[in-house]
Each structure stands twice: as structure tokens, then as C-alpha cells.
């Protein structure tokens, strides 16, 4: 049984930072595409950062550029998503997802993911 969870989500002040974590079971990451997507209320699930099989690849969404890390570490079977000076607007539920089927280079920031965590809350405000 495949399970993704995510974990280290918050309410945090603007400028703060938060590491997110995803932990997945019955699923090696090293054979897949890992994702980290978001959600405000009342939006679209946004792709904001994927990391390749390997790890040596990595794509972000331009509002995250800058801020956003992603990493794995391969002997936990964990990726990381660390972010740094959080806005109002980062505001949302954050997803892990993992997938065999494509390239992070390629759809890597697109939902089309096979498997997916159930979230943690990420709040930044005063």
C-alpha cells in the first residue's frame, strides 16, 4: 500500500520559514518524480517545485523561485521542502505527490501525479 504524508506545516509571521516534509511507505522515491503542489481556498492546486528520480533535477513555479528548496534524501526515503521568507500569499494546503510516468523537466509541475498525500496546513499571517 502506497502512502505519501506530509508533515512540519504551520502558522507562521511573514518572513518566516517552514520545512515540509514527505514520507512515503510502500513507494521508493528514488524510482519516481516527487512534486510539491499547493492550494489556497477557493484556487486551483498550484505545482510549485519537483524533484527528479535521482535528485539532481529540480524545477520551480516562478512565484518560488528564490524561496523554495526542494531536496530528498534518498537513505530516508524523504523529501524536503524547505521554504524561506513565507508572504500571505503562500497561504494554502501543501501536497507531496510521486510518480514513475514522467520527467520533473517535463510535467513535473503539472497534477498529473499518481500518487498523493493528504496535505499539511501552511498559514502565514501576522
Known amino acids: 500500500q502506497v502512502q505519501l504524508v506530509e508533515s512540519g506545516g504551520g502558522l507562521v509571521q511573514p518572513g518566516g520559514s517552514l520545512r515540509l516534509s514527505c514520507a512515503a511507505s510502500?513507494?521508493?522515491?528514488?524510482?519516481?518524480?516527487t512534486g510539491w503542489f499547493r492550494q489556497a481556498p477557493g484556487k486551483e492546486r498550484e505545482g510549485v517545485s519537483c524533484?527528479?528520480?535521482?535528485?539532481?533535477?529540480?524545477k520551480y513555479a516562478d512565484s518560488v523561485k528564490g524561496r523554495f528548496t526542494i531536496s530528498k534524501d534518498v537513505a530516508k526515503n524523504m523529501v524536503y521542502l524547505q521554504i524561506d521568507e513565507l508572504r500571505p500569499e503562500d497561504t494554502g494546503v501543501y501536497f507531496c505527490?510521486?510518480?514513475?510516468?514522467?520527467?520533473?523537466?517535463?510535467?513535473?509541475?503539472?497534477?498529473?501525479?499518481?500518487?498523493w498525500g493528504e496535505g499539511t496546513q501552511v498559514t502565514v499571517s501576522t
Open positions: 510502500g513507494y521508493i522515491l528514488t524510482d519516481s518524480v
Open positions: 524533484i527528479s528520480r535521482a535528485g539532481d533535477v529540480t
Open positions: 505527490a510521486a510518480s514513475r510516468a514522467f520527467a520533473c523537466s517535463g510535467h513535473g509541475l503539472q497534477p498529473g501525479y499518481d500518487e
